[in-house]
């Protein structure tokens, strides 16, 4: 079945840096990706939609200068989380749509920020 | 805003009971809802979709939706204490879009 492959699974930065996380569909072309951020013993929330070679889709209250996603192409799509803050700790997680089908959500495994 | 309402429980449930799981949502125009389970500190894994009105089972899984009431419902028979998890629901509206989580249920199957 379709896999999509998330790097790195745990990262503690200093605050004011720069944490890249990137997502990867190993055995299909996706579409579109999404990003989801969970706080602890809170549900996911979607942060923002990509699609191959355009701009990502922010959802309300996503600061789109802070999260930098880019899809250059149809099996990667990478997460910057620019100046990390205490407060962007959270568990990152990226999904992948293969074509438009209802069985297309893939998930990656997951990447723990910690900023320190 | 597109909203999907989950007891967050826990609920507890004897080994060998059905745990049942339910769910509501906001958004007449959803199409499509999942089921996904959710052990601590990892990714979400996909137990069941569904997207007609009516029953879907799949081995001791059965999703339950009723598109009127706005109602889906996930139901394990013969619990076990690896079920035990958060259970996430999910909706999608149409299309590409992606998915709207509700908090998920704390699931305790007690051996």
């Not at chain 2, 799981?21 to 601590?40: A, E, V």
């Not at chain 2, 081995?59 to 013969?78: E, H, W």
């Amino acid at each position: 079945g379709a896999v999509v492959s998330q790097h790195p699974s745990r990262v503690i930065c200093k605050s004011g840096t720069s944490v890249k996380i990137e997502c990867r569909s190993l055995d299909f072309q996706a579409t579109t990706m999404f990003w989801y951020r969970q706080f602890p013993k809170k549900s996911l929330m979607l942060m923002a939609t990509s699609n191959e070679g355009s701009k990502a889709t922010y959802e309300q209250g996503v600061e789109k200068d802070k999260f930098l996603i880019n899809h250059a192409s149809l099996t990667l799509s990478t997460l910057t989380v620019t100046s990390a803050h205490p407060e962007d700790s959270s568990f990152y997680i990226c999904s992948a749509l293969a074509g438009q089908g209802n069985y297309g959500y893939t998930f990656g495994s997951g990447t723990r920020l910690t900023v320190v | 805003q597109k909203e999907v309402e989950q007891n967050s429980g826990p609920l507890s449930v004897p080994e060998g009971a059905i745990a049942s799981l339910n769910c509501t949502y906001s958004d007449r125009g959803s199409q499509s809802f999942f089921w996904y389970r959710q052990y601590s500190g990892k990714s979400p894994e996909l137990i069941m979709s569904i997207y007609s009105n009516g029953d879907k089972e799949d081995g001791r899984f059965t999703a339950q939706l009723n598109k009127a009431s706005q109602y889906v419902s996930l139901l394990i028979r013969d619990s076990q204490p690896s079920d035990s998890a958060t259970y996430l629901c999910a909706v999608r509206g149409g299309g590409a879009d992606g998915l709207t989580f509700g908090k998920g249920t704390h699931l305790i199957i007690q051996p």
